[in-house]
């Protein structure tokens, strides 16, 4: 039987399309960096470490999923590009071993900050990172505004269909005691009948205010606050968060 995981390393990119938006921010950030290395932590199938590598950064990415980081592994090879893809948790030090101080900006993107969920997961994470950073070096993180969903207890997001694999991808926040959240997360068959995949992870709701304190707290300043990858203003209904920091 196919698991969860396995399907959904398959069809992430069918699922969350790439953004122009995104590449257009990062490119800016790449182009202005100080050094010109980046880390892109918990990297998925490796799309944006794709762009960077392709716009001249030496890129180092890393995701706690071996199959997410053999699609990227495949991904970067059939790109013709040499990228250090690590497999490790992102709030263990060794995952960073020998990158040194050398790096020109970092990102955390797709709302994956979120699984620093366990006590002072998050700090570390970010220390680990900021620790990375050259002086004017840059962080860009976005996770979903959970200002929005502050006090629902639960939240289902609008189905995506995925018709290339057939299937529809369901995702569904449920509020937990002591500030987490259990994250749903289903593939259907969209002809209906077939096996419905199914995982669970637990996730830290994180608000603009948590995400700025925990950054200057590792020593970063945060340089702009937005509510989407087009840079518009941050507000408690926009989509998402996306804070730019510098060491
Ligand atoms: C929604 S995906 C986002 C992927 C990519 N950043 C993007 O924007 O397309 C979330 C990723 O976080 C990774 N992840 C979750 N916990 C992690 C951890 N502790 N350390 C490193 N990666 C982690 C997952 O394996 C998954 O690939």
Known sequence: MTSFETAFSRVYDAIFPPRPSVQAL???????????????????????????????????????????????????????????????????????????????????????????????????????????LVDGGCFLVQVVNFDHFADRPSYAFPPIPVPSAGLIFRRRYERLEGGVLAFHLELDSDAGGGETLKATHLIRPLTLADLESALEAAGMTVRERWGDFDRRPWSAEAPATVVLAAR
Do not use: K
Not at 41 to 64: E, K, P, W
């Open 26 to 132: 990062l490119g800016d950030l790449a182009d202005r960096a100080p050094a010109p290395r980046w880390l892109d932590v918990a990297c998925g199938t490796g799309r944006h470490a794709i762009f960077l590598a392709l716009r001249g950064m030496r890129v180092t990415a890393i995701d706690l999923d071996p199959l997410m980081i053999r699609q990227a592994r495949r991904a970067a090879q059939r790109a013709g590009l040499s990228i250090d893809l690590r497999l490790g948790d992102m709030s263990r030090s060794e995952t960073y071993r020998g990158l040194g101080r050398r790096i020109g900006g970092a990102s955390c993107l797709g709302n994956s900050l979120v699984y620093a969920a366990a006590p002072g997961d998050l700090e570390r994470t970010i220390g680990h990172i900021a620790a990375c």
